[in-house]
């Protein structure tokens, strides 16, 4: 039986779409949480001016640390997925020249980061 890689590399392009979107997702994330932070300092400076009742943090936080999360889980769940189907496929299928683990391994640690950037939004 003839290899045919395409089967693998269109597995692989899968893969890269979820991290693009992911990627995306939490850098749009990481600007609506800053973007809340700049909303609670112009508060906070209405709240000297005016004498006002102080404002509690703001909705803006919490959704971009909630898209900077799904971003992270947006790049680690299809990258176990990616693991178990390239397990799954017949050796003749599989490329000698790519390294299989290095996908799983970027999308998996890019996730990684990106928790520890919604940790770190949330302080």
């Known amino acids: ?3 045919d890689p395409r089967v693998y590399f ?3 392009r899968t893969l890269l779409a979820w991290v693009r979107t992911g990627i995306t997702m939490m850098g749009f994330g990481f600007l609506v949480a800053r973007f809340g932070l700049f909303l609670d ?3 906070t400076e209405h709240v ?3 004498h006002s009742i102080e404002t509690s943090p703001t909705l803006a936080t919490a959704i971009g640390v909630g898209l900077v999360f799904a971003g992270s889980l947006a790049m680690v769940i299809p990258a176990i997925q990616h693991r178990g189907f ?3 496929l017949p050796p003749e299928d599989l490329p000698p020249s790519h390294s299989r683990a ?3 391994w970027l ?3 890019l996730g990684a980061l990106g928790m520890v950037l919604a940790i770190y939004l949330l302080f």
Do not use: Q, R
Request: glycine fraction near 0%.
């Open 41 to 43: 300092l112009l508060a």
């Open 1 to 3: 039986m003839a290899c």
């Open 102 to 104: 290095f996908p799983v």
């Open 86 to 88: 390239v397990a799954s």
């Open 107 to 109: 999308a998996s640690s």
């Open 48 to 50: 000297k001016i005016n």
């Open 10 to 12: 269109a597995a692989e």
